[in-house]
Structures are given as structure tokens and as C-alpha cells.
């Protein structure tokens, strides 16, 4: 459960590339325009904000060790 935020942070910037790549090139990948992409980035980011808040009890114990 602690590397959740990072998986999500992963795939935000991986979908951030998608957006940037969608952006310079023909516009669309797969049918899908870059503002999806770029949603998808910031919908994942908050995911992994979220996932950090919800269980930070993890890391508080680890840091009292």
C-alpha cells in the first residue's frame, strides 16, 4: 500500500507524455485528443495525493523507529 502514490505519480507522468506527444504530433492517438490525456495526468496526480493522505500512519511509524 505505501508505493501506491508513486505507481499513480508513474502514471501520471506517463499519460503527461501521452498529452505532450498528442499535443505536437497529428492530434490524436488512438482517437483520443490531448485533453484526455492531460485529465487523465491530473485525475492520477490527485490519486496519488490522495493514496499519501489517507495512509500516512505507515510512514509516522517508521519515522518514530
Do not use: D
Not at 501506491?4 to 498528442?22: C, T
Not at 492530434?27 to 495526468?41: Q, T
Request: aromatic share 8%; net charge positive; with cysteine.
Amino acid at each position: 500500500m505505501k508505493h501506491l502514490p508513486k505507481i499513480f505519480v508513474g502514471l501520471s507522468l506517463l499519460a503527461f507524455v501521452l498529452a505532450v506527444v498528442a499535443a505536437l504530433g497529428p492530434g490524436n492517438i488512438m482517437n483520443y485528443p490531448p485533453e484526455s490525456f492531460s485529465r487523465a495526468c491530473t485525475n492520477l496526480a490527485l490519486l496519488g495525493i490522495a493514496a499519501a493522505t489517507i495512509c500516512p500512519y505507515r510512514q509516522a511509524e517508521k519515522a518514530g523507529e
